[in-house]
């Protein structure tokens, strides 16, 4: 079913302060999630409300926490979150971040004690518009990644993002990743809607490559790191970096400490990173966007293998959907509407979508 993106947006809203979200953190964080729905990240946006709902039932979050500064200097920012989702104070940093970098030339900022904050590029995003460059990245709650050449999880899917700005009015570069072979979130809706998933994605219990989702998800497997069998060392190594970033810079929960997420009442103490950098911290900021702007260009006019299927950049294919799924809505699972539906009537709340 294709359900409006105004009328996504305000379901979730709802739903989020019937938990008890202050109305504004509610609004915040319904429109990151809305927005990743929009371009294309399903796993990040409304397929998220199940797994929310389950972490408020189990007091695994605090959802009437605000953000709080515990350090502050003129290029650095860190924020307690309190135990709530991490879309609230993931923008506040990111928003701070940017009035910093414009004052000083640059700004990194973290996040602890905080929860799943849906998709990395939301935040980047902000930065590429606000015409700065911006770094983001997040660690996660579940092991569920192999460490390259290790039997067992030790890691999380730990994305980052990256963006930078071009010209005045051109699309930015936006690069959104996992450093597993895919987001668990699309292993979680395929397992939803019974669909098979990409048999590089992951392997089950044993170790052998699966198309079954539910051998990831409650089934013991876990993801295969970015790379896969030949070149996983690449993103192991990525995933160990946005850890260390994300956990060791911030004071959050190290993924591979024993009670990790269980330990701390009402917060699983995820933690992230944002950088931001002000373009003309090196040469005029003009002329780093126009020559971004000149490479972006030259590689969106690379000769195609298939003419029907022209050169992209990180961050044209979101786009493009995102004014697809505007226009036409946002296709949702049915079993996924359904649960979704039947969370906002346990949370009396009127059913939009």
Known sequence: MAVPYEALQEQMRLILHAWGMSAANAATTALVMADTDLHGIDSHGVSMIPPYEQRRREGRITLTAEPEVVHETPVALLVDGGGNLGHVPSTFAVKRAIEKAKAAGMCLAGVRNSAHFGAAGFYTRLAAEAGMIGMAGTSGGLRMAAAFGSSVPM???????????????????????????????????????????????GLDKTGH???????????????????????????????????????????????????????????????????????????????????????????????????????????????????????????????????VRDIARAANVEVLI
């Open 155 to 201: 890691l999380s899917t730990d994305p980052w993002s990256f963006a930078a700005p071009a010209q005045d009015g051109a699309a930015p570069f936006l690069l959104d990743m996992a450093t597993t072979a895919a987001a668990y979130g699309r292993v979680r809706n395929a397992a939803t809607e019974g669909r098979p998933i990409p048999a590089d994605w």
């Open 209 to 339: 490559p699966t198309t079954n989702p539910h051998d990831i998800v409650g089934g013991g497997g876990f993801l295969s790191p970015l790379g896969g069998q030949a070149a996983g060392h690449k993103g192991y190594g990525l995933a160990v970096m946005v850890n260390i970033l994300a956990t060791c810079m911030t004071g959050a929960s190290l993924v591979t400490r024993e009670g990790h997420t269980l330990d701390r009442p009402g917060s699983p103490d995820i933690g992230h990173f944002f950088f931001v950098i002000d373009p003309g911290l090196l040469r005029p900021a003009a002329e780093t966007r126009a020559d971004t702007g000149r490479l972006l260009d030259a590689l969106r006019a690379a000769p195609a293998v298939n003419p029907d299927r022209p050169v992209m950049v990180a961050g044209d294919p979101e786009r493009a959907k995102a004014e697809i799924r505007r226009r036409e809505g946002i296709p949702v699972g049915p079993n996924l509407l359904e649960k």
